[in-house]
């Protein structure tokens, strides 16, 4: 077996207890070191769930002793107090989207990760689902023809806590950091990275003073192809991916949320008919966690997430400028 990595956690999230700590208990590659959090109850909570050590503060879990890589689903704005000092000591990082508000942020953090040879890596799961691995075949294998045109949305109802920490704009709330993020990340995946925001829109909740919900589009810098997006925290759920081609088109309605156990389907539609793709249920919690765990081992290859690092928040800046709000 290679090399198991000792990991920890900051904060008691409920991505954190509902999806990516039980992926984590599966897998021989990592050994879970502890949980950190402010509050001592969430703390032992989580602790006696997952059978590991409670610490009642960020930064004693942060010791290069305890753990070689940390994972960080604390509210967006604390996540670069963090990640940096996680970085500073030497320890491998995987951070919630978005990984900071602010694109100056992202670049001194990724320099950071550079100059320590270590992985930062902003946790975009569905990269890793077969889901996405076979929609990227269908397109290499022409069954659309040339593709034309990209379209996404994610977007839930809203939050039944006024006080949810995606309505304060003082831990980093608001739509285009959380759900927003999601579609930046997937148009880049399909279109490459090479892309520019041509059009944007914000709407903003008065009372909460952040954005609830939002628009847009994103293009090829070089080239014709573009990608129409949307998302929001006050919509009907919707969660899907459409790949309009010149032959035909490609829809799946889970693409960021397809939780392990379900069979993901995928709808190709042509001039010859329409036909269902089922998936093999996946984990892509998992997988993306292996991932991680290869970066760690393999210090040349965290090269392309600190690029993509830098696409996604020069993206979503973009994105901030254009709408204007």
């Keep these: 077996m290679e090399k ?71 509210p967006n704005a604390l996540h670069y107090q963090w990640v940096k000092t996680a970085l500073q000591r030497g320890i491998h990082v995987l951070v919630e989207k978005s990984l900071a508000c602010t694109l100056k942020e992202v670049v001194e953090l990724n320099d950071l990760a550079k100059e320590q040879k270590l992985a930062l890596v902003e946790n975009f799961q569905f990269r890793f689902h077969k889901q996405l691995q076979a929609i990227k075949q269908l397109l290499a294998d022409d069954t659309i023809g040339e593709l034309r045109c990209v379209r996404s949305s994610f977007g839930f109802p809203p939050f039944k806590e006024q006080d949810n920490i995606r309505y304060q704009a003082a ?22 990275t090479n892309l520019k925001v041509s059009a944007a829109k914000l709407s903003f909740d008065d009372n909460k003073k952040v954005d609830i919900w939002g628009g847009g589009f994103i293009a090829q810098k070089k080239g014709d192809l573009f990608a129409e997006i949307a998302f929001g925290f006050d919509h009907f759920y919707q969660c899907n991916l459409e790949l309009w081609g010149s032959k035909g088109k490609i829809y799946t309605n889970r693409i960021f949320t397809a939780p392990p156990g379900y069979e993901a389907e995928i709808i ?7 036909e269902t793709i089922k998936v093999k249920a996946d984990n892509h919690f998992a997988n993306m966690l292996l991932y991680f765990h290869k970066l760690i081992l393999n210090p040349e290859l965290p090269e392309r997430e600190y690029q993509q690092n830098i696409n996604q928040a020069q993206l979503i800046e973009e994105f901030v400028r254009l709408a204007g709000n």
């Excluded at 208990?25 to 006696?48: C, M």
């Excluded at 759900?179 to 997937?186: E, L, T």
């Design 268 to 274: 190709l539609e042509t001039n010859e008919g329409k």
């Design 4 to 74: 198991q990595i000792k990991i920890g956690v900051l904060g008691c999230a409920g991505i954190a207890q509902k999806a990516v700590i039980p992926s984590l208990k599966t897998l021989q590659e990592f050994t879970l070191s502890g949980v950190a959090s402010r509050s001592t109850s969430k703390a032992d909570d989580f602790a006696s769930q997952f059978a590991t050590k409670a610490y009642y503060s960020y930064d004693e879990l942060l010791s290069p002793t305890l753990v070689d890589a940390i994972y960080i689903p604390l």
């Design 171 to 192: 831990l980093g709330g608001g739509a285009l950091l959380d759900a927003g993020a999601y579609p930046i990340k997937i148009a880049q995946e399909i279109l490459g």
